[in-house]
């Protein structure tokens, strides 16, 4: 299983912070957290478990430190401003199951499309790529990484018993996704995790691209969108 | 409907302009107000309405302050230099029959293409994005967007009632797509306007992927261009 | 015939040469000039005819207002280092047949794309769309552009030739296609013309994802690329 | 044989290391070098050979003059903190057999799914095209440029071989790619190479689009992959 035994020293709030904002301006540069998507953590202490994670509701593209607060292992705020975000018990799981350091969650075109696409298999295989060497832990391009995809739901219970299941299940998996949602991905610190949210959607781009010539890229079964305007929310 | 009943409080033209430059910029940057095309607005005070906007003819890469005027509930010009947009009366429209707080006007690749491929069917379906939740009010993936597209004309009277029924027709839309021009978005502030602009421009990249992957994309019926060269203007 | 009557103010070297190089780093930017490809100029006096260019063979990401120099009507240096541009003949002659006040020349990967596959009808139509009101004197988007293409050579007279034929033989474009090479746009200043070819940039690149999606993409017939390994230069 | 008969005078590690830098995350904000994937070199002195190259593991988005190291001619570290690349070797095989002074060795999406569509044909034809001309020595578009595919292998002795047979084989290449792994480029300095990179990587993209139009981008035959979750490392 892939944990992180030598765990790097932690860092306060403070530190975490502007580290946390400027990965994630980063991120929406590249368009993989648009609007208020995405959300982004780093573990503050162990025991009892701390984390720093992003407000809920906050443009990407305009993250500064004072957009991170402390919670603690239930995802209840300590310290700073604003709700937490929904999914904090998503990031808590990873933390937890996989002893990471940093948690970021995206959201891109070709995470959406590929995780619609390959949904129905339960995952995505990637093979073969010397990138895949920037995963923690892979020496070689022939390594296979199986990201599983997880069914969305809007039930954060359910959804985390599914992404610990899916981490439990897949003990070498560096990323998991979200069907028709996005990227998690994690490392043993926050330079790290960027590494891996930076190799996998590389390698979405390119399976994107794979799947779009050889016709396996197909819409969600659109029941709702066949039953015209205004439909709801 | 989708209203503000609890509208932000709004600010002076002074206080406005270098936000609504920096939005105009950043739209710009990711290729979705090239040229002079986009043009964006927010409320000055509402009662007499008065709207600041961006002047007519201005390179977006290169708006300041300095490009944006006030204006009038019939679009006349109250201060600042330049002439409005031929589109203020649309402008005017949204933030009368939504209460919007801020209305951008882009143009994409992708929201060209997808308006013309499904403008016979009157709008676009988005439904089961996750994405979809960075849209005002929207709780759930499980929501389907109804985007109206409105048939482009350079008869202002007309697109002005047009996109008025639309809206009117369409109580809960988020945005509506003029059919080969582009996107108009609006929220209660320009921080959600710019927020809705980037959830729907992802989907739009989104779905145009697979409109192209399942043949869906077409071009306009091209009469003109197969009568050869200089068809004039 | 479009040609700019009452034409702006001229500037000198020295103020020209700063804006020239700005924009210039910007088409850089946007993957529109990537190596030493493109060439950027603009008019210093009338009578006698003295342009601005870019030195042949700089980096496009760091052109600066030392890459470029003074020639005169037939493309001889007057002033600066380096050598110019072997186009300069062909924007000398737009600045001539089109009073133009700046002239622009990009290599983008849609034009050269596009430039291939409808090079055999000899240019290509733009019709319908919004963006091409932000082509001088182009009032509606009930437009039909017709970019004439002009086959590629390295002979510089004949280009010069055919570039003035394929002018004299459209007076209404506001930019032309070399096949295989890229986009010449004008405009009565710098600011126009950095507008046309954002204008046909981006209109390069709808039409180029509607070829894609028809089947429209196709290589040039690769003789040579048959022959195998290493044949010449 | 494209060699460098008249070298360019070497500059001390001191001088190449923020060259380096500044190049490495230009193209990692092209997205050519995301995570830790790519790395590069220049030539700090002939005889004996001395090289300086960016260290192993480093994230290219955060690159500094810190992050290169001085190592011999068999890739031992002379000064410097941190390791030398494992594809050290490749670069001085590139430097002794074509007397480069800078190597660049890059991973976009274009050049991983053009390197396996096209590896079986032992490489990729490039011609017709003007952007060619940005090659060293390359006078016209009237050339064919020939662009080796080597099989990718953690084996560096073996990769080492294989490259230099390449090079050998195909003396008048600009540049060499290995199959599902990236671009090696190189050139009689820095900015020669940056060139050849951006050059060859805009032609990966006009091909790439013509591979996928016409239906010859394919998967590699992905045994693993069909080997369900988790199948190793």
Redesign the interface.
Known sequence: MLTFLATPPLAPLSELAPLLAAAGR?LHA??WA????GNFSAVVRREPLVLAISRSGV?K?RLSAGDFLKVDDKGLPLEGNGKPSDETVVHLTVVRERGAGAVLHT?S?RS??LSEAAGDT??L???????LK?LA????????E?V?IVE?T?DYDRMTRDVKAALL?????HGLL?R???LYAWGRDL?EA???V??L??LF??E????????R????A?G??????????
Request: proline residues 3%.
């Open positions: 980063a590249r368009g648009l609007g208020t998507s443009d593209g959201h075109v959406t499309l339960g995952g295989a990637l093979s073969g790529y010397e990138m920037g832990g892979v020496a070689t391009h022939e390594h296979s199986w599983p969305n809007q299940g897949n003990p070498r998996a979200l028709g949602h996005g330079e960027q590494r891996h930076e190799v959607e590389f781009e390119v994107g691209r794979l799947y779009a010539a050889s016709g890229l197909k819409a969600r659109a709702v969108a066949a039953g015209g305007r205004d439909g709801g929310d």
